[in-house]
C-alpha cells in the first residue's frame, strides 16, 4: 500500500506574470485513490495537464522508479501508463459507443483489414460490463446522455490499461445519482490494481472515496493528509487560507445600494439549461454577487435573462413592469447589458480596431439614416478610453494589439457606452493581470453611484467579497442562498457552492 | 544631406505604410503581372486593350462587388452564375413575349433575383443549411428555370437605343457603359462597406458572429440582406449583358460564381469572413482579366489558358496570405 508510483518534485508553471503551480511536491501511492481539492484557479487543472503531458512545466520533474520524467506531450504519459479523463472529454459523437471505446486501441485491427464495426460490439459490451454498467454497444453517441457518454469515455481511457487513471471533476455535469453510481465504479478501480486521482470542487465527494487529500491554494501544495485524520472543516481551512483574503481595491467599498427594486426575476427556469425556479431581486446601485462553481448555471442565468436562450417559465420586470424579452437586441433597447465570460470567443472583434469594438453595442446611436457618424464614434470612444484609461489611448489600434486587461475595458465600454440601468458581468476580471483587475473592480465600484445595478458573476471568492452588496450562491441551476453584508465570506460561500 | 537622409526615411516609412495595408499584397501581384504583360507584348498597354479587358469583365465586377460584401459576412453564394443567366432570359422573355420596355423589365428581374437572394438567405441563415450547399441547390433551380422558360434556346431580348447606350452601349464614342456600372458598382460596395451601419454590421457579422449577436447585431438580417444584395446585383449583370450582346443564353454565366470567389479572395478577403476590401477586390477582378487578355496577346491557346490562370490565382493568394500573417 505504500509504494510510491509516482512523485511530482517541485513542480512549477508559470504563465506570464501568474504563477499557477508552486513548487508542488506530491506523491502517489499505489492503489490508492488520492483526491486533489482547490478553489477554482488553485492550479489543479495546470497539474493534471502536466501529469497528462499536454503542458510541460517551467521547473521540476516527475519521478518514476526513480527516474527523472517531463512529458513532452500525451502519448509519453501515455505510455508511462497515465490515464485522463477531462472534464470536458474530447469523443466523436458521429460514432458508436463501441467504437468511441476502441478509438485509439482497436482490438480488431491486427487481424483484418476490413473494418467491421459489428466486431467491436461484444467486446465493448464486456468492457461496460467490467464497470458494471449497462449501455449498447451500437448506440451513436450522439444520443447517449452526458452521464453516459463519461462513463464511454472512462471505458475508453481504461482500454489502455493504464496504472494511473486521473478524473478531472468528473461530477460536476451529472445528476446526483449518476454520481453515486459513478463513485461506485471509482472506488471499485483500486482492487483491479488501478491508482485513482480524483479531482473535485465537492468536498463530501472527496471525503467519501479518497485514501489520502491533496489540497491546493493559489498554485501551492498545502499539505496531503490521510481522510481519516481530516474533518470537512480542516480541508475547507486549508482550501480558503488563513488571512481572509488579499484586498485588491485601494479605496474601501463604497456601497450605493438605494431602496428601490431596478429589476426581479420570479420564478425563473431553463429546462435545456438545467436552471430551476430561480428568484431573486437586484436593487438600485447594488451589486450583486454571483457564486457558484462551472457548471452551476451561473451564466446560462445571465444568458437567459439577456435574452439568448428562451426561458422556460418565469417572469422578468424592470422598475416594477413585466418585460419580454426574446434577443439581445431587445435587451439592449430595454437597458440591460451583458458581458460575456469568454472575451475571445464571445466578445472580441480580432478583425476590428478599438473604436469599432466598442460601438458594438451602440449601432442604432452611431447611425443616421444609415450612414455611420465616424466623429460620434470617435468621441465616444476616446471619452471612454480615458475614463477607463484604456493603454494605448489610441482609438484606431487593432484591438489585438492590446494586453487582456485593456481587451477586457474596451469590452467593459461597449456596455458602459449603452447606459444601462442593469448591467450584467460574467467573470470581468478572469485572465486578465493584477493590475488590470484591480482596475476594473474599481470601475465596477464606481459604477453603482450612478444608479447602475450590477450583476457580478465571479469565480473569484476575494472579488464578490470585496465588491458585492448581496451574493447569490447557485449550485446546479438552483439558487441556493443569498448572502447578505457580512456574511459574504470565503468559507461560508464555498459551504453552498460545494455541499450537495 | 540631411534632406537626403530624411527622404529615404519618408520611402521607407513609406513602403511600410503600403505593405501593411491589407490591398498590398494584391497590389504587387497586379503590379508584377502588369509588368510581365507589358514587356511581353506591345499590344498590351494601349488604351483600346485596356478598356476591352476592363468592358470583358464588368459582369464578372459588377458581381464581384457584392459577393465581396457577403463573403465578409462569412457566407456564399454559389448561384451568382445560374442568377446571372436567368435574369437574362426572363428580360429577354418579357421584352420580346410581353412586349415590357426594358426600363421596365430589369427592375422587374432584379425585384425576382432579390427573391432568389431572400431564398438563399432565409435557407442558410434561418434554417442553418451551410450556404455552400443552399446556394448549390438553388443554382440548379435557378438555371433549371432559365433553360425552362427560353427552351434551351438563346432569347434575343427587345431593347431600345437609349436603353442600350446607357446599359451595353459606348458613351461618348470612347468608353463602355458596362466599365462605367462595374465602376459604380465597386464604389457603391465600398459606400457600403465602410460608410454604412450595415457595412460595419458585415465586419461584425463575419468576425465573430456570437460577439455580435450578443452585442445586439440583427446578425441574421445582416447576412440575410447580404444574399439580396448579391443576386440582385447578378440581376444587373445579366441585364447588362443581354443589352451589350442582344441576347441571352440560359448557359451563360456557367463559372461565375467561382470566377467571383477566387478574384474576392485574390483580393485579400478572408474566405472566413470578417475583413476584405472593395479596393483588393477590383484588383483582384482586374488581374483576373488581364491574365486572361495577356495570356490571348502572347497567343496562347485556351487550353493553356486555364492551366496558367490557375497558378496565377494560387500565386497571387499565397503572396496574399503571407503578407496578411506578416502583417497580423
Not at chain 1, 107 to 114: A, D, L, R, V
Not at chain 2, 83 to 101: C, D, R, W
Not at chain 2, 237 to 265: H, R
Not at chain 2, 287 to 294: D, E, K, L, P, S
Request: net charge positive.
Amino acid at each position: 500500500m505504500s509504494e510510491i508510483l509516482y512523485k511530482c518534485k517541485n513542480i512549477t508553471k508559470k504563465f506570464g506574470a501568474t504563477v499557477a503551480l508552486d513548487k508542488v511536491n506530491l506523491e502517489i501511492k499505489l492503489n490508492e485513490i488520492h483526491g486533489l481539492v482547490g478553489e477554482n484557479g488553485a492550479g489543479k487543472s495546470t497539474l493534471i495537464k502536466i501529469l497528462g503531458g499536454i503542458i510541460k512545466p517551467d521547473q521540476g520533474h516527475i519521478l518514476i522508479n526513480n527516474n527523472k520524467t517531463i512529458f513532452k506531450n500525451p502519448s509519453e504519459s501515455e505510455q508511462k501508463g497515465i490515464a485522463v479523463v477531462y472534464q470536458e472529454f474530447p469523443q466523436c459523437e458521429n460514432l458508436t459507443v463501441a467504437e468511441n471505446i476502441f478509438l485509439s486501441k482497436n482490438p480488431q485491427q491486427k487481424t483484418s483489414f476490413f473494418y467491421n464495426k459489428k466486431r467491436l460490439f461484444e467486446p465493448a459490451k464486456q468492457a461496460l460490463a467490467n464497470l458494471g454498467v449497462d449501455i449498447a454497444p451500437d448506440k451513436y453517441l450522439k444520443s447517449c446522455s452526458i452521464a453516459e457518454q463519461q462513463m464511454v469515455a472512462i471505458c475508453r481511457a481504461l482500454q489502455k490499461n493504464p496504472k494511473f487513471i486521473i478524473f478531472d471533476e468528473p461530477t460536476s455535469a451529472i445528476s446526483q445519482n449518476e454520481v453515486e453510481k459513478l463513485l461506485e465504479i471509482i472506488k471499485s478501480l483500486p482492487e483491479q490494481g488501478t491508482t485513482v486521482m480524483f479531482v473535485s470542487h465537492i468536498i463530501e465527494e472527496i471525503k467519501e472515496i479518497s485514501d489520502r487529500i491533496s489540497v491546493l491554494r493559489n498554485g501551492k501544495l498545502i499539505d496531503t493528509k490521510a481522510n481519516n485524520n481530516s474533518s470537512k472543516e480542516d480541508i475547507v481551512r486549508m482550501m480558503v487560507g488563513k488571512n481572509v483574503s488579499s484586498r485588491v481595491l485601494i479605496d474601501e467599498k463604497k456601497t450605493h445600494v438605494k431602496n428601490e427594486v431596478i429589476m426581479e426575476v420570479k420564478n425563473l427556469s431553463q429546462n435545456d439549461l438545467g436552471l430551476v425556479d430561480i428568484n431573486f431581486n437586484l436593487k438600485k446601485g447594488e451589486i450583486l454577487g454571483v457564486a457558484g462553481i462551472q457548471g452551476a448555471g451561473r451564466s446560462e442565468l445571465a444568458q437567459t435573462i439577456f435574452g439568448i436562450h428562451k426561458k422556460s417559465t418565469g417572469q422578468i420586470s424592470l422598475d416594477g413592469n413585466q418585460v419580454n424579452i426574446n434577443n439581445p437586441i431587445e435587451a439592449i433597447a430595454k437597458g440591460i447589458g451583458y458581458l460575456p465570460e469568454d472575451r475571445n470567443r464571445l466578445g472580441l472583434f480580432t478583425n476590428l480596431n478599438v473604436k469599432e469594438n466598442l460601438v458594438a453595442a451602440i449601432t442604432p446611436k452611431i447611425s443616421k439614416k444609415g450612414m455611420l457618424q465616424k466623429n460620434l464614434i470617435n468621441e465616444i470612444s476616446q471619452e471612454h478610453i480615458k475614463d477607463l484609461n484604456i493603454k494605448p489611448p489610441d482609438v484606431s489600434a487593432l484591438i489585438t494589439a492590446l494586453s487582456g486587461g485593456n481587451q477586457q475595458k474596451v469590452l467593459l465600454a461597449r456596455w458602459l457606452a449603452v447606459n444601462p440601468r442593469v448591467l450584467i458581468l460574467d467573470e470581468p476580471t478572469r485572465g486578465v493581470d493584477v493590475g488590470a483587475k484591480a482596475q476594473i473592480r474599481k470601475i465596477i465600484n464606481k459604477l453603482t453611484s450612478s444608479g447602475i445595478g450590477v450583476i457580478l458573476i465571479s469565480s473569484e471568492l476575494p472579488e464578490i467579497e470585496e465588491l458585492c452588496d448581496r451574493t447569490l450562491v447557485m449550485n446546479r441551476g438552483r439558487l441556493r442562498c443569498v448572502l447578505k453584508g457580512d456574511e459574504i465570506q470565503k468559507d461560508e460561500i464555498i459551504k453552498y457552492c460545494t455541499s450537495l | 544631406m540631411m534632406s537626403g537622409n530624411k527622404n529615404n526615411f519618408n520611402i521607407k516609412e513609406l513602403a511600410k505604410l503600403l505593405l501593411s495595408k491589407r490591398e498590398a499584397g494584391v497590389f504587387i501581384a497586379f503590379i508584377i503581372i502588369s509588368v510581365f504583360f507589358i514587356i511581353q507584348s506591345p499590344a498590351f498597354l494601349t488604351s483600346r486593350n485596356l478598356l476591352n479587358v476592363m468592358r470583358q469583365t464588368s459582369q464578372l465586377g459588377i458581381v464581384v462587388a457584392f459577393v465581396t460584401i457577403l463573403i465578409i459576412s462569412s457566407e456564399f453564394d454559389l448561384s451568382v452564375g445560374a442568377v446571372f443567366a436567368f435574369s437574362g432570359v426572363f428580360m429577354g422573355f418579357i421584352t420580346t413575349e410581353l412586349g415590357l420596355t426594358p426600363w421596365v423589365a430589369l427592375p422587374l428581374s432584379i425585384l425576382v433575383c432579390s427573391l432568389f437572394g431572400l431564398v438563399n438567405g432565409t435557407i442558410s441563415v434561418y434554417l442553418k443549411v451551410p450556404s455552400f450547399i443552399t446556394t448549390l441547390g438553388t443554382s440548379m433551380v435557378i438555371r433549371g428555370l432559365a433553360l425552362y422558360v427560353s427552351g434551351g434556346r438563346p432569347v434575343s431580348g427587345n431593347i431600345t437605343e437609349t436603353f442600350y447606350l446607357i446599359t451595353g452601349g459606348r458613351l461618348w464614342n470612347f468608353i463602355s457603359s458596362p466599365i462605367l456600372w462595374f465602376l459604380g458598382a465597386m464604389i457603391l460596395g465600398g459606400f457600403i462597406l465602410q460608410k454604412t451601419v450595415f457595412g460595419y454590421m458585415v465586419f461584425a457579422t463575419g468576425g465573430n458572429e456570437k460577439a455580435a449577436h450578443f452585442a445586439g447585431i440583427p446578425t441574421k438580417k445582416i447576412k440575410i440582406i447580404a444574399f439580396v444584395l448579391t443576386a440582385a446585383a447578378a440581376a444587373l449583370s445579366g441585364g447588362i449583358a443581354l443589352s451589350y450582346l442582344g441576347s441571352a443564353t440560359p448557359t451563360q454565366g456557367t463559372g461565375m460564381e467561382l470566377d467571383a470567389i477566387a478574384a474576392t479572395v485574390i483580393g485579400g478577403t478572408a474566405l472566413m469572413g470578417g475583413s476584405g476590401s472593395m479596393l483588393g477586390a477590383f484588383l483582384g477582378v482586374l488581374i483576373m482579366a488581364i491574365v486572361r487578355n495577356g495570356l490571348v496577346l502572347l497567343g496562347a491557346g485556351p487550353f493553356m489558358q486555364d492551366l496558367l490562370i490557375g497558378i496565377i490565382i494560387v500565386f497571387a493568394v499565397i503572396i496574399n496570405v503571407q503578407l496578411l500573417q506578416r502583417s497580423e
